[in-house]
């Protein structure tokens, strides 16, 4: 799969923000006040690990099965009422 | 055993009881607030902010009022208690919508608000505004909203930082909270109050404040007090956070100052029963795409219900005790809107200082008269 557009390899049944953390120790988002944010519980709960995958923004990477093909985007900021986020 | 002595005792840590406590410590008076256990039912942690106006007191002209002068303090009220506190309330009172699917609800609406609009006069003013006209200076709102109204006087603030910031100016003003001090049982005589706490401990005050919410069902009665509040179970929705601002405030659906959106508004009589329901939940999602479409992909990340606390006729209560002079009984459904009055003048009226309000109109005696008690 891609991360930001660079190939990432993920193990079978690795979720995405498994994936994401092992090929970088780098923040997967910045919230509204612009502060880093990484995965943190891995099981749903934070809310820390929200990365746009497949063109859809604030995915929770901890709860989603990575996939051949899938296209991950680190998230700066917050989505926006038509489903984009702010670049 | 150990037995206290403070000058007022207000059973109830939430949103009333706090502001009373906060009225009453600005009024001089030496105050101790008893605080449940964290598993009572607390409307304080799971309301929805909204500093509201529209239809408050439609078929009550002192509630009207009431509210009305509430709402006009909130501003100062919100710098004391951010001063105070060092909390941001984010208070923003630029308008709110209520928003109509069916004609007739529209049409009843309006018709409050007229009456509204009679018992305050200039001190209220307000728009209904038909769907197609809506959809011209909004057009993100959905074809499925016939009408609504707009009240320039409307707001919100975000209810849980409320709760923290009011907690923090009881104990600026020398107040003490007392936490997971569930009172079980009052008894009262010539010589003051005496609490039994859940926890064996007891609490001895001159006088009492019953401002515990849905806690005052049981204590009401021994403190001489006929009214009997009940619980309503409203549902609510909190969303993903959004970059953007909604283009407005509805009394169902807000976006607090951090983003995220909540969906509420739904009523139902379920006892003390609080958890959320899966065909309520998807009711409150359906109208919110209803009312604005756009909002068809936005997930939601959590779901709550929550009780109200409901006077037989929905309308607050002031009361002192007939049997146990120094106990009084304040309990309401719209603690966040009349929070300014809990935290001012209620303080006079409950001191009988010569400038009280007069709050007969909101005397539990009314019940007596009336077949819902
Ligand atoms: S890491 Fe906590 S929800 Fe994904």
Known sequence: MTLDGAPIEALPGDTVAAAVLAHSGKAFRTTAHETPRAAYCMMGVCFECLLEIDGKANV???????????????????????????? | MSTKTSDITVIGGGVVGLSVAIGLLRAGNRVTVLDGADGDPRAS??????????????????????????????????????????????LDQSGGYEFFTEEAEFRDFAADLKQQQQFLGNHFSFETIQGDDLRRSHPQIGAGVVGATFSALDGHVNPLRLLKALKQAVAALGGEIVNDAHVTDVSGGSSGFDFSLRSGAHHGADRVVLAAGLGAATLAERLGFQTRVRPQRGELLITEKLSERLPFLSST???TDEGGLQIGG????????????LDVMAGLAQHAVTVLPTLHDLRVVRAWGALRVMSPDGHPVYARSSTLPGAYLVTCHSGVTLAPFHGGALAQWI???????????????????????
């Open chain 1, 60 to 87: 929770q990477g901890c709860m989603t099965v990575a996939e051949d093909g899938m296209v991950v985007r680190r998230q700066n900021g917050l989505r926006r009422l038509n489903g984009d986020t702010d670049e």
């Open chain 2, 45 to 90: 942690q799971g309301n929805f902010g909204l500093v509201w106006l529209q239809g408050k007191g439609a078929s009550y002209a002192p509630y009207a009022h009431l509210t009305s002068e509430a709402v006009s303090g909130w501003p100062e009220f919100a710098s004391l208690i951010e001063d105070l506190s060092g909390v941001n309330l984010s």
């Open chain 2, 253 to 255: 659906i807000r976006q």
């Open chain 2, 266 to 277: 739904t009523k139902a009589d379920a006892g003390y029963d609080d958890s959320e329901t």
């Open chain 2, 351 to 373: 001191d009988d200082t010569t400038d009280a309000p007069n709050l007969g109109a909101f005397d539990e005696d009314r019940f007596t008269l009336s077949p819902a008690a």
